[in-house]
């Protein structure tokens, strides 16, 4: 009983560690290696974050390869405009 409770907390968590809270996007950003990030819609809005928006444009076009927004940016800079973002 006690491994059956345990599975299912493991699943749970796994389903919820793929989710997005309401009112927020999940990106794929990195040069080489694309790590999963959420961010508030309202970054959408930014003119630094409509800078990337256009890079990811003109890079995939609609065909993104991780199958949801890949961001072609080092994870470094996405970070620094994302932190400066947080803070406005």
Known sequence: MAIRQILRRSLSNERRSNEVPKGHLAVYVGESEK??????????N???FQELLCQAEEEFGFHHPMGGLTI?????LFI????HLSRA
């Open 46 to 48: 930014n003119p630094s």
């Open 35 to 44: 790590k999963r990030f959420v961010i508030p819609l309202s970054y959408l």
């Open 72 to 76: 072609p940016c080092s994870e470094e």
């Open 80 to 83: 620094d405009i994302t932190s």
